[in-house]
């Protein structure tokens, strides 16, 4: 079992190859995986140019933008537009993308696994009020994007996160009890397949 909380500007920052933003890095399974063999990876990344988004064949991801004033990805299917503190979005790692910044760089979140070992989902909440969240899930991350959120753990641990912190549990087994001041919530699942 593990319990981590996390300050996103506290995480050291390391530039892209290409030059065209930097990305830290939350967790990652196993911890001394790199990014070709890992079994998930919790990062977030700054854009701060247009460019493709790098092939990772085999890998679901799940993307959520965290600030910025916006993000237009070109794709296959057409083209989405993301906006911070809006609705994730899903897609194959091996697609085609491209990205471009709307007014300057934004920062978002990215959630990986590989898809024949699990299962992942990234959801948004805006929480006013208290949330009662059961699952099953191995990996769990809440994080508060913006406003105040306090979690509760079933064996009664709490933990205040401000904006822009994380709460990370691995093999956290149990309910998690949330109280929201207008917070902008993103929760992450990953959950081992059979």
Same mark, same amino acid.
């Given at each position: 079992?593990?319990?981590?909380?996390?300050?996103?500007?506290?995480?050291?920052?390391?530039?892209?190859?290409?030059?065209?933003?930097?990305?830290? #890095?939350?967790?990652?399974?196993?911890?001394?995986?790199?990014?070709?063999?890992?079994?998930?990876?919790?990062?977030?990344?700054?854009?701060?140019?247009?460019?493709?988004?790098?092939?990772?064949?085999?890998?679901?991801?799940?993307?959520?933008?965290?600030?910025? /004033?916006?993000?237009?990805? =070109?794709?296959?299917?057409?083209?989405?537009?993301?906006?911070?503190?809006?609705?994730?979005?899903?897609?194959?790692?091996?697609?085609?993308?491209?990205?471009?910044?709307?007014?300057?760089?934004?920062?978002?979140?990215?959630?990986?696994?590989?898809?024949?070992?699990?299962? #992942?989902?990234?959801?948004?909440?805006?929480?006013?009020?208290?949330?009662?969240? /059961?699952? /099953?899930? /191995?990996?769990?991350?809440?994080?508060?994007?913006?406003?105040?959120?306090?979690?509760?753990?079933? %064996?009664?641990?709490?933990?205040?996160?401000?904006?822009?912190?994380?709460?990370?549990?691995?093999?956290?087994?149990?309910?998690? =009890?949330?109280?929201?001041?207008?917070?902008?919530?993103?929760?992450?699942?990953? =959950?081992?397949? %059979?």
């Amino acid at each position: 079992m593990s319990t981590q909380l996390i300050d996103l500007d506290q995480l050291p920052a390391n530039p892209w190859k290409n030059g065209g933003g930097s990305t830290r #890095q939350l967790a990652i399974a196993p911890p001394d995986a790199g990014l070709d063999d890992f079994a998930w990876r919790i990062s977030c990344a700054q854009v701060a140019s247009a460019g493709p988004f790098s092939a990772f064949p085999g890998i679901q991801r799940s993307l959520a933008l965290l600030g910025g /004033e916006g993000l237009r990805l =070109q794709r296959e299917a057409g083209e989405t537009h993301l906006s911070t503190c809006g609705q994730p979005l899903d897609f194959a790692g091996e697609e085609a993308i491209h990205a471009t910044p709307l007014a300057g760089a934004v920062l978002d979140l990215n959630l990986m696994s590989r898809r024949q070992d699990w299962r #992942q989902s990234l959801q948004h909440r805006h929480l006013r009020g208290e949330l009662q969240l /059961e699952d /099953e899930a /191995e990996v769990r991350l809440l994080l508060c994007n913006a406003g105040a959120l306090l979690a509760r753990l079933s %064996d009664g641990r709490e933990f205040a996160l401000r904006a822009r912190q994380a709460l990370l549990l691995i093999d956290e087994p149990g309910g998690l =009890q949330l109280r929201g001041l207008d917070a902008c919530l993103y929760l992450g699942l990953l =959950q081992r397949r %059979d």
